[in-house]
């Protein structure tokens, strides 16, 4: 059954897809009046849905039971320095995939991409939209906020709570399966992950002072990309 995003504020009585999920229904996917298919909010909600009447501008619908799905325990927020190329937009797909709370991606010194106050917005839009798509797909109703990139140290500088882990190449670094189990039962988990070629020494140093625990991911070196997968699926994995 074909899913569709229903903003919060449109659930009800009078529930109606608009804007880009209008014409993605109407003109891509062709629905029909009679038809149904199923809608979620991206806060956990999601409910079967009679399509009712289309028009290029909105798609009016009768929606059925409403299941709530209750967030995700801990809540992973992934801090990811920006790789280059395309790999973000897999980065943020696949964290979808696994569930997690948020995305916020960062410029750091060896970041090869770098980012403009102008780009900021449209880059977060760009990939907020990566994100809706991935839960479409893979029938995700939580869906992960994209925060607009920062620059290292404005990202430092906001703080952060809960359980703080970042990847680390560096001598030193304990497993990330022994700073897991001594944690507990955290709420919330921070995964900081760094670009090729890792975050400077002084980078490290800043977040370790800032209370960020460096793990290793083991004796292989993986790609940006690999590293955030692997420490968001062992997060999950230990935490079920």
Not at 62 to 83: R, S, T, Y
Request: with cysteine.
């Amino acid at each position: 059954m074909a899913r569709f995003f229903l903003s919060p504020d449109a659930w009800g009585e009078h529930a109606a897809l608009t804007g880009d999920e209008a014409k993605h229904a109407a003109q891509v996917m062709r629905v029909r009046r009679g038809e149904r298919i199923t809608v979620f909010d991206g806060a956990g909600r999601s409910a079967p849905a009679e399509v009712m009447d289309v028009a290029k501008s909105e798609v009016r619908l009768k929606l059925g039971e409403v299941v709530a799905k209750p967030p995700l325990v801990p809540a992973i927020h992934l801090v990811q320095a920006v790789p280059k190329g395309k790999t973000i937009d897999l980065i943020v797909q696949k964290a979808v995939e696994l569930g997690v709370t948020s995305i916020q991606p960062i410029i750091s010194r060896r970041t090869v991409v770098q980012v403009d106050d102008e780009d900021a917005g449209r880059k977060a839009a760009k990939w907020q939209r990566v994100a809706l798509e991935a839960c479409k797909q893979c029938g995700q109703d939580l869906m992960p906020v994209v925060h607009p990139p920062l620059s290292f140290d404005e990202w430092l500088r906001q703080g952060s709570e809960g359980l703080k882990v970042v990847a680390s190449l560096y001598p030193g670094a304990r497993p990330l399966k022994e700073i897991f189990r001594e944690a507990g039962n955290p709420g919330d988990i921070v995964l900081l992950v760094g670009p090729e070629g890792d975050f400077t020494a002084e980078e490290l140093k800043s977040v370790t002072m800032s209370g960020f625990h460096p793990a290793s991911l083991g004796n292989i070196i993986l790609r940006a990309e690999t590293a955030a997968f692997f420490a968001i699926s062992a997060a999950r994995y230990e935490y079920a």
